[in-house]
Each structure stands twice: as C-alpha cells, then as structure tokens.
C-alpha cells in the first residue's frame, strides 16, 4: 500500500521562502516519477512540478524559477523548494506518484502578510 505524507507547508509572508516535503514509502520510490500539485480554495487542483525517475524536472508556466522539485532516493522523499511566494500560491500542496492513483493527504501553504 502507498503512503505518501506531505510536510512543511505554513504560514509565510509575501516574498518568503518554504520547503514542502513527501516522504513516501510501499513502493520502490526510485522507480517513480513524482508530482506536487495544488489546490486553492474553490479551484480545480493544478500540476506545479514533476520529476522523473532520473530526476528529469517538468514546471508549470507560473512556478518555474520560483519553485524547484527535487528527489531524494536514499530517503524515499521529494521535495519541493518555493521561494519568492506570492498571495496567490496560498493553496493545499499535495504529492503523487504520477504513474498511481495515489495522493497525499496534502500540507496546507498560507502566503499572507
């Protein structure tokens, strides 16, 4: 059974600067590429970052050079770097292992001042 559980997300001011993290464990994570997706409130949840089984990195338009997604094999976990956040990134943050089903139980990213 997958487990995928989503940590590091909080409150942060405009401009700040967190890392999210999923550690994920009943599969054998290398093999995988993984995804971190968000959701606002009252919108449909959207892709931001993928990454391969060889740590190739997709962006969606709006992250890309703020975000950065990252894998580390040794530890069953990906990561997901944000800087410079904006109000708008304010959403739930989830990981997935794209080729499943499989969700997270997601971290909740507040950017406000």
């Known amino acids: 059974q997958v487990q995928l559980v989503e940590s590091g997300g909080g409150l942060v001011q405009p401009g700040g600067s967190l890392r999210l993290s999923c550690a994920a464990s009943g599969i054998i994570f290398s093999s995988y590429a993984m995804g971190w997706y968000r959701q606002a409130p009252g919108k449909q949840r959207e892709l931001v970052a993928t990454?391969?089984?060889?740590?190739?990195?997709n962006y969606a338009a709006s992250m890309k050079g703020r975000f950065t997604i990252s894998r580390d094999n040794a530890k069953n976990t990906v990561y997901l770097q944000m800087n410079s956040l904006k109000p708008e990134d304010t959403a739930v943050y989830y990981c997935?292992?794209?080729?499943?089903?499989?969700w997270g139980q997601g971290t909740q990213v507040t950017v406000s001042s």
């Open positions: 997935k292992v794209l080729a499943t089903s499989d």
């Open positions: 990454i391969s089984s060889g740590s190739v990195t």
